[in-house]
């Protein structure tokens, strides 16, 4: 089955406590992309893939950092997270070279106390 | 910079009451409108793509209409199961960057 998946689901931690949230694609596409989702902004995105080892800032990216050391993965580090990071956040993945759509991931929900 | 308005905020319908959620969009060389919709809790699941003024896309009750600065999904009797947050997306000329709306939530009474 084609999908995207993220883990953990659900992540409650402290302030300035490195953490890592997990993105892999099963359908060999090259783009990827992070978002966050927040109540009445939509979804804002965070960094963005073309391809492995091309990553690329979107339009919220401070405060985090990304990798592509693979294709099928693409991992979100928050390394001193802060309460204005509490978010709901979406991997998505995606052909490149035309208008394709994006897949995304189940989400996962970030509380940073 | 592109931006992309969607309107209703919220739409509360009865079962089998038609209606049109809009997307008003800004883009520098359109490549794509994209509608998804989002069940809570979830990711955005997609629906359907536009890539040109004219052009019409229809899935079951659900009917997506594009113009020059404008996206339409017109929900024909609408069933309960529809009720979901509708999100419309626009990609730009350049990359493949989606820039989303607020969306729609619609709430669909039986």
């Known amino acids: ?113 | 910079e592109d931006q992309v308005t969607q309107s209703p905020e919220a739409l509360r319908l009865q079962e089998g009451e038609s209606s049109s959620l809009n997307c008003s969009y800004t883009v520098s060389g359109l490549r794509g409108l994209f509608w998804y919709r989002q069940d809570p809790g979830k990711g955005p699941e997609f629906l359907f793509t536009l890539y040109s003024a004219g052009e019409e896309k229809e899935k079951e009750r659900l009917k997506a209409t594009l113009t020059k600065k404008e996206s339409f999904l017109h929900i024909t009797a609408p069933k309960p199961e529809d009720s979901a947050t509708y999100l419309c997306a626009v990609q730009g000329e350049y990359g493949n960057k989606l820039v989303f709306g607020a969306g729609t939530i619609l709430r669909v009474k039986s």
């Open chain 1, 1 to 113: 089955e084609a999908q995207v998946t993220q883990n953990p689901r659900y992540l409650i931690t402290v302030t300035g406590k490195k953490l890592t949230v997990t993105c892999s694609q099963n359908m060999n596409h090259e783009y990827m992309s992070w978002y966050r989702q927040d109540p009445g902004l939509g979804l804002r995105q965070i960094y963005y893939s073309m391809n492995v080892e091309v990553t690329d800032k979107g339009d919220v990216p401070e405060g985090y950092k990304v990798s592509r050391k693979e294709k099928r993965n693409f991992p979100l580090i928050l390394e001193s997270p802060s309460p204005n990071q509490t978010s709901l956040y979406f991997c998505a993945s995606s052909r490149v070279g035309g208008s394709y759509e994006q897949y995304f991931g189940p989400g996962t929900r970030l509380t940073v106390t």
